[in-house]
């Protein structure tokens, strides 16, 4: 029997469907799903693991033995090699937690146990126990093993992972490498007919990157939320990439903040090329508008002399007419950071997009979308996928005239590697096939590999200098004359702003001019596109974690809003951070460790000495870091209460905050002053802000609450105030208590402690009949009752329009509904046709 391993359940599946002679039966090892096949007589099994099976951890404990040296003790009790620095305390110790008589207690997370953490030996533990069951009870009875994890660093430290784990049960079957790009049939025989070995170099760079990450994030994380535990956003989460990324985001926000905004005045002149004498109506063909020459005047003296000047003017000379044409080249091919910067233009955020990508991947629409190269390779039939798209209407022109062609030729990037090909569409989707976001991303990956085999765009510019009483004006236009590659790709294309025919010499109608005072204005923030553009410059993570580190901000309270902005929190970390280990906010570590990386694959170092050179330079910032602990703490706290900052409290006067439950860990708003002062409220659901205003109706605090899938609302938090009262409703009487043959009403209210609202029997406390309802929208009573439960129908009226509904969350119709729905939706996703070889 052949087994082979892939990394997700839906890449064995594939493979099976696409490798197998007839449709592959599915089966399951224990609960584990598998897909067994026969090809050319023989029995095969494909199984597919969910990521990553291992995870690694520090051993929990060290020990010191006067003959042995330090050694780590893991959850099993065994024994493992440690090397712990000579400059380190080492045993007897007073029993005084973390330390023990003879080591350190590593679990809790303890100051004094932190450089011992830096140095503390790394085990790997089974992260899903059922998956390597049923590995290993499949891996026993193999002839053979194929890994067929995705090829990149990632995937062949899977696929080791997977491996180590066969090896246990059968160390004598022989292993070979699958290595595929696309879940296309030809691929994948391709890569089954050509199997290589495993690559343990590039297993150990993943291996490298998983060890360092575990050890800077642990310590420094525990480090930041031990010198200042619990309240707004509790754990303080720190990272080896992720700081000098926050550190990037701060920065720009000081260079804002510094920002000194200049005055400037802009003139603005209207003409009118249909006549030589104005004023015109302006309405014409021919009216067109022309800024001055000194596109800004930095003293409003002068620009009001310029306005002066053409004050009386009733008509304009044409100076000069210039003409240009400029070549606008086509686009390289995708790889991972310029998709994620194309579709954040288009909406979508890395994460999603690397998300959606993953999933047009395994359904066989995009080539692997986790790639650097921006080279499609010799072997890549570029005519061939031309044709395999040819069928959508929209791109039908494009493959048509590029296949006329001949030989195509594509654009070629900066950056190519042998792994993978750039991003390339490999089947035909339409809006039919593919939901609406997918189909998004489908289209883009689709029209850039249009884009890359297609002609240049010629664009002509235009420029008109106008003299009005002696004031130049300058009047500015592009057109597009030659179309290219601008024809499947419109994306970022500025619209045409063709001016009217003039010529040298001629008078035209004047208008009038405006002069406008503005200010000069702070650099942008970083949008998620060009943060991700910026750490791929900078050498920040990797192409298949940047977008999770910035995702990873937004889930700690460090960066908030797009274009990205920091939290006080967030800021206060850098500061800290930047103060006292400098090193850890700089990009310039990260890089040489990617560096380092890069060498492990190439076979140039050894993992060892790379997580070891990692280790000493944390080791080296802790002690920079743990004698500031107090100084660090205070910046965090006084961080921590601006970002809760809520309002004052009206019985203490001190500020009221977003606060965590130590028990329940849900959020609330507290006073600060707690426990002196209890004054406590409900916090709306969804993201909320605080706003300057007081409530005009009662004058205590207001937030800004955004709820899923609505507009941001401002509320008082204050459930007592009027503003949060609503009439009571009686909807209609209880089922429950009529089946008793007891009259009672169910009233639809607003509790006013939660604020949430709710249908509730007037006997609530011997029928216990309480319904649910939507937080938001007019509530208005009907006189139906649902025929499947009985409970009172009502209207809900939102800003998207009324709607109808039961309230009763276990009403039998409702899953009567649901299957109707799902037997009348059309498949979301249709299978992707394997391409036919020539």
């Not at 039966?25 to 969910?50: H, M, Q």
């Not at 302006?282 to 409003?300: D, L, N, V």
């Amino acid at each position: 029997m052949k087994l082979v391993v892939t990394e997700k359940n839906d890449a064995a599946q594939k493979i099976a469907d696409l490798l197998g002679a007839t449709k592959p039966k599915s089966d399951k090892v224990f609960n584990t799903p598998v897909y067994r096949f026969e090809l050319d007589g023989e029995e095969w099994v494909t199984i597919g693991l969910r990521g990553h099976i291992l995870e690694p951890d520090f051993a929990p404990q060290l020990v010191y033995k006067k003959r042995g040296g330090w050694q780590g003790v893991t959850a099993d009790g065994e024994v493992v090699p440690a090397s712990i620095p000579s400059t380190l305390a080492r045993p007897p110790f007073k029993k005084k937690k973390p330390f023990t008589e003879d080591g350190v207690d590593l679990k809790g997370w303890k100051m004094e146990a932190l450089p011992y953490l830096a140095y503390a030996p790394i085990e790997k533990l089974p992260k899903e126990k059922d998956i390597i069951r049923s590995l290993k009870n499949l891996a026993k009875k193999a002839d053979s093993i194929v890994i067929a994890t995705d090829f990149d660093r990632e995937g062949e430290l899977i696929g080791s992972d997977a491996l180590s784990c066969c090896r246990e049960v059968n160390k004598t079957a022989p292993v070979s490498r699958a290595r595929y790009s696309a879940f296309t049939k030809p691929e994948i025989q391709g890569a089954f007919s050509n199997l290589v070995e495993m690559d343990d170099n590039l297993a150990a760079a993943g291996a490298s990157r998983q060890d360092i990450d575990l050890i800077w994030g642990a310590a420094l994380t525990r480090y930041l939320t031990l010198v200042k535990f619990a309240g707004y956003g509790n754990v303080r989460s720190s990272g080896r990439v992720q700081t000098p990324t926050l550190a990037l985001i701060v920065a720009r926000e000081r260079e804002r903040m510094a920002f000194v905004p200049q005055d400037y005045w802009v003139i603005k002149g209207a003409f009118d090329a249909a006549a030589q004498v104005g004023p015109t109506d302006g309405a014409g063909e021919g009216a067109f508008e022309a800024g001055h020459a000194t596109a800004r005047f930095k003293s409003e003296a002068e620009a009001t002399a310029a306005m002066e000047h053409v004050a009386g003017a009733a008509s304009a000379r044409v100076a000069s007419v210039e003409k240009k044409k400029r070549r606008v080249p086509p686009p390289v091919p995708f790889n991972t950071t310029a998709l994620m910067a194309a579709a954040s233009a288009e909406g979508l955020t890395p994460a999603r997009t690397m998300r959606i990508a993953e999933s047009l991947y395994m359904d066989g629409y995009i080539s692997y979308p986790r790639v650097d190269n921006t080279v499609y390779p010799a072997s890549l039939d570029l005519a061939e996928v031309v044709r395999t798209i040819a069928g959508n209407p929209a791109y039908a022109p494009t493959c048509k005239a590029l296949l006329a062609k001949g030989k195509l030729t594509a654009t070629r990037g900066k950056k190519e590697t042998t792994d993978h090909p750039p991003i390339y569409p490999t089947a035909k989707a339409t809006p039919d096939d593919l939901p609406a976001a997918e189909y998004k991303l489908y289209n883009l990956v689709a029209r850039r590999f249009l884009a890359t085999l297609s002609d240049a765009a010629v664009v002509e510019g235009t420029k008109v200098t106008l003299d009005v009483a002696g004031e130049p004006f300058v009047a500015k236009g592009d057109v597009l004359v030659q179309a290219g590659f601008r024809s499947i790709y419109p994306y970022g294309l500025k619209k045409d702003e063709q001016l009217p025919a003039l010529e040298q010499g001629a008078q035209v109608a004047f208008n009038g001019a405006t002069c406008t005072k503005k200010q000069t204005e702070p650099p942008a923030r970083y949008s998620q596109g060009k943060l991700i553009q910026e750490m791929e410059k900078l050498g920040l993570g990797t192409k298949s974690t940047r977008h999770s580190i910035i995702e990873r901000l937004y889930a700690v309270k460090y960066v908030q809003n797009d274009p990205i902005e920091p939290s006080q929190l967030g800021i206060a970390v850098i500061d800290a951070l930047d103060k006292f280990a400098p090193h850890i906010t700089h990009p310039d570590m990260t890089a040489e460790l990617e560096e380092e990386m890069d060498n492990i694959a190439e076979g140039k170092t050894t993992r060892e000495a790379v997580v070891s050179t990692s280790r000493d330079l944390l080791a080296q910032q802790l002690a920079d870091l743990m004698p500031h602990s107090e100084e660090v703490k205070d910046a965090l706290a006084d961080a921590v209460a601006a970002d809760a900052y809520v309002g004052p409290c009206p019985k203490c006067g001190r500020d009221l905050q977003l606060r965590a439950s130590q028990k329940t860990k849900s959020m609330f708003i507290g006073c600060a002053g707690w426990p002196d002062c209890d004054v406590t409220y409900p916090l709306p659901k969804g993201k909320v802000e605080s706003v300057p205003e007081a409530c005009p109706t009662c004058g205590m605090p207001q937030v800004k609450v955004t709820a899923f899938r609505t507009k941001p609302r401002t509320v008082c938090i204050d459930p007592a105030c009027p503003t949060n009262q609503e009439p009571e409703v009686m909807v209609g009487l209880c089922p429950n208590c009529g089946d008793r043959g007891v009259d009672a009403k169910l009233i639809a209210r607003r509790n006013p402690r939660t604020l949430k609202r709710s249908i509730t029997c007037e006997n609530f406390e011997t029928c216990q009949t309480r319904y649910p309802l939507p937080q938001y929208g007019k509530l208005t009573a009907t006189d139906e009752a649902c025929e499947h439960c009985g409970a009172p129908m009502v209207i809900v009226t939102t800003a998207r329009g009324p709607w109808k509904l039961c309230p009763n969350f276990d009403c039998p119709g409702k899953a009567e509904e649901e299957k109707k729905k799902a037997a009348k939706k059309p498949a979301a996703k249709k299978k992707a046709p394997a391409r036919k070889k020539k």
